[in-house]
């Protein structure tokens, strides 16, 4: 991995991200061991061969543990067991979300509390969790990933579009209460990323080249094109930065 940003103060720094090992996540989860950062991370699915690509490429190797995140139990215990692992938690990066389409019409009670449980609940309890630590320690980042389709007011996805709005209001209450305590919180807000999950079930070549006309930049997101901005957030080249709400998608946005 090169051609990336060093933030020398990352470097053993224990870093926490849900969905590290895929998408998005898996390319964070490098970005952050490229540093000499501590990584541990949590999924639902095995990362075999995600592992096996990284495995001793960098100081440190990645602490992978199997977890559903709608389990926030389990999800605690993960952070419990990374900060025994890696050292209290510096950073915590809430990535994992779902974004499978769904309609007004069909959606059930039961479909609606499980998006919610994906993409919003977890924010908060990862938060819970890892508070005492940063506290702990003087300080610390917390980077909530949202989406740029709640600005957007995308269709075809209400829920998921709803707890991504509902992130950035998070935010910005727990910047406020964990201020005090050196703890800073910001929403990383991507645009459309083309990761293998976006290739396989719905960037067809209509719906890119209509998407392509309302970026400013004429070149489709990639995973990789995360790492840089996330590790800014987390380092304290934004020490003084919490609250806020960061855009990168290519131009389709616009926030102030």
């Known amino acids: 991995m090169n051609n990336y940003a060093i933030f020398k103060d990352l470097e053993d720094a224990s870093v926490f991200i849900t969905g590290g090992g895929s998408g998005i996540g898996a390319s964070l989860t490098e970005g952050f061991l490229a540093q000499g950062a501590k990584v541990a991370f949590v999924q639902r699915s095995d990362c075999d061969e995600f592992l096996d690509e990284i495995s001793s490429k960098y100081k440190y190797n990645p602490l992978f543990i199997k977890c559903d995140i709608t389990d926030i139990d389990a999800l605690k215990s993960a952070i419990s067991d990374a900060s025994k692992a890696n050292g209290g938690i510096n ?111 719905w960037a067809n070549e209509k719906d890119l080249a209509i998407h392509m006309d309302k970026q400013c930049i004429k070149e489709h997101l990639l995973p990789n094109d995360l790492i840089d901005s996330t590790l800014f957030l987390a380092s304290n080249a934004s020490r003084m930065m919490t609250g806020q709400a960061l855009v990168i998608d290519g131009g389709v946005v616009v926030t102030g």
Do not use: C
Request: positive net charge; aromatic residues 8%; proline residues 4%.
């Open 91 to 201: 950073v915590l990066i809430n990535n994992a979300a779902n974004d499978t389409r769904h309609t007004l019409a069909a959606m059930t009670t039961e479909e609606w509390d499980q998006s919610i449980n994906i993409n919003l609940r977890p924010h908060f309890f990862t938060a819970q969790a890892v508070a005492p630590f940063m506290k702990t320690q003087g300080g610390g980042s917390i980077i909530n990933f949202s989406s740029n389709s709640y600005m957007m007011g995308n269709a075809g996805l209400p829920a998921y579009v709803t707890s991504k709005a509902g992130i950035t209001g998070l935010t910005r209450s727990l910047a406020r209460e964990l201020g005090a305590d050196g703890i800073r919180v910001n929403t990383l807000i991507p645009g459309w990323v083309l990761t293998e999950r976006q290739l396989k079930l």
